[in-house]
């Protein structure tokens, strides 16, 4: 269990916003970075189908893609570029077989609203008109999936007092489970270093409250640090 993959039991809300982004998020584009106009805030996650795994095994190189440092100089050509081998006389390099307990045949309701940067905090409107009318035919800039792009994901959108299906009837505590992997207060992208954040998550008659980022119970990094 310590080297191989299992899902959490739900999705986490840093997959649930990958969706809403794959749907609608922008900003101002220079280069290589972007200011963004917004961040999606979870609120909610609630369960439509009871949670089910199935074992997938799957190819992968041992090997590690190379930093954005050492990308930069084979593009340059100062450093000689070095390939991920897929097969190789050396244990620690090569193709490898590894098991993932993944969920299947999922199905979710996920509630979210937009928080809308300082600079862009009069656009809230604009953007929330935006995100319904791509929603509500289908639209989206890439294909939004659950967490890894092997598992695609597709959408409806639903409005709050629409009649609905109930969560799943179960209750289960997770514990600690991942928030989101990016700093989402930040005011411009690039390519950042990761921001790892949890919180202690528990489902309730198939529901999951999530709490705000800004919130005391999302265990952050420490300013400046890891």
């Known amino acids: 269990m310590k080297v191989e993959r299992f899902s959490y039991p739900v999705i986490t809300p840093s997959a649930a916003r990958g969706i809403f982004d794959a749907i609608y998020w922008e900003g101002l584009r220079d280069g290589q970075t972007m200011?963004?106009?917004?961040h999606w805030q979870i609120e909610r996650i609630?369960?439509?189908e009871m949670p089910r795994y199935i074992a997938l095994r799957r190819n992968e190189v041992k090997g590690i893609v190379p930093g954005k440092t050492i990308l930069n100089k084979w593009i340059k050509g100062t450093?000689?570029?070095?390939?991920?081998?897929?097969d190789s006389d050396d244990a620690t390099t090569g193709r490898?077989?590894?098991q993932t307990m993944a969920l299947k045949n999922v199905r979710y309701r996920l509630t979210a609203h937009i928080i809308?940067?300082?600079k862009f905090g009069g656009q809230i409107i604009k953007f929330d008109e935006m995100f319904?009318?791509?929603a509500k035919h289908g639209k989206?800039?890439?294909?939004?999936?659950?967490?890894?792009?092997?598992?695609?994901?597709?959408?409806e959108y639903v409005q709050l007092n629409d009649a609905h299906k109930q969560p799943a009837p179960f209750d289960q505590h997770i514990g600690w489970m991942l928030y989101d992997?990016?700093?989402?207060?930040?005011?411009?992208?690039r390519d950042d270093r990761p921001f790892i954040s949890l919180f202690d998550a528990t489902v309730v008659n198939g529901v999951v409250e999530v709490p705000a980022f800004e919130s005391e119970k999302v265990r952050k990094p420490k300013e400046g640090g890891d």
């Open 181 to 189: 992997v990016f700093d989402l207060r930040r005011e411009v992208v």
């Open 116 to 118: 809308p940067k300082p």
């Open 79 to 86: 450093e000689k570029p070095e390939p991920l081998w897929a």
């Open 96 to 98: 490898t077989q590894r």
């Open 35 to 38: 200011q963004p106009y917004f």
């Open 46 to 48: 609630e369960v439509l």
């Open 132 to 134: 319904e009318r791509r």
């Open 140 to 155: 989206c800039f890439q294909q939004p999936f659950f967490g890894c792009s092997e598992f695609p994901a597709f959408f």
